[in-house]
């Protein structure tokens, strides 16, 4: 990646006040904001307390190297925004994919929806939402949304824990393909391991560049 010093005099520090870009990221999160109001109504707000989640999210979707730089986040890898449950996470991720340029689109698909698709339709699920091979030629980048939230779920007997099996998938055409995959949780990383394994943990971190909120943070619900 092609750095310009330039652009790298600024303080490494998570303070928001200090970046440098040539994108106006206040100016952002006001378009950002309403765009919300459009998608949820009058009640939706970016609060101030969120500022340095959204600063990189913004950095990583416009691909702002400088910036992304500041804050170690590797434009190679997806995104793994974990936080307690109603802080605004899938919100979020809906408002990034008005951001992120065309050859950089995803979708976000909820798990739960696809542990309802694998009751219907089997392990043909896998291959949808990682080779791409039942309604596409070519995988696509997918925002899997509230990961943990499925449930392991038996096909003709035989149980099958959806996710891991997706997400080691997904891992494959990461490493083959370059193609990322971004996900949402409210689970911790040791809390990952439990349900899906540490061969899932382990290649996860290949994957995404963690953004976590503070386990602290108010429901915004």
């Known amino acids: 990646m092609n750095h310009n010093p330039t652009e790298q005099n600024t303080s490494t520090q998570e303070q928001t006040k200090t ?9 952002i999160i006001v378009w950002l904001e309403k765009k919300g109001v459009e998608l949820y ?3 939706f707000k970016i609060l101030e ?38 802080c605004g996470k899938t919100s979020l991720m809906n408002l990034m994919k008005h951001l992120t340029p065309t050859e950089h689109k995803f979708f976000v698909k909820p798990c739960r929806d696809i542990s309802f698709e694998f009751i219907q339709d089997g ?23 509230d990961l943990g939230t499925e449930n392991n779920l038996k096909y003709y007997g035989n ?53 976590a909120y503070d386990k602290t943070i108010k429901d915004k619900r």
């Open 41 to 43: 109504g009058n009640h």
């Open 159 to 211: 149980e099958c824990n959806i996710m891991a099996e997706i997400l080691l998938s997904r891992y494959d055409i990461f490493t083959s393909k370059k193609i990322q995959t971004h996900i949402t949780t409210n689970l911790s990383a040791s809390e990952i391991e439990n349900v899906y394994g540490n061969r899932i943990r382990s290649r996860m971190r290949e994957m995404f560049n963690l953004i």
């Open 49 to 86: 307390s969120d500022y340095s989640i959204i600063y990189k999210l913004i950095a990583y979707f416009l691909k702002d190297e400088a910036t992304c730089f500041q804050y170690n986040i590797n434009l190679n890898k997806g995104i793994l925004l974990s936080g307690p449950i109603g």
């Open 19 to 27: 970046i440098q870009s040539h994108y106006s990221y206040t100016e």
């Open 123 to 145: 392990y043909e699920i896998i291959h949808k939402y990682s080779k791409g091979k039942l309604y596409q030629s070519e995988p696509k980048t997918i925002c899997f949304d």
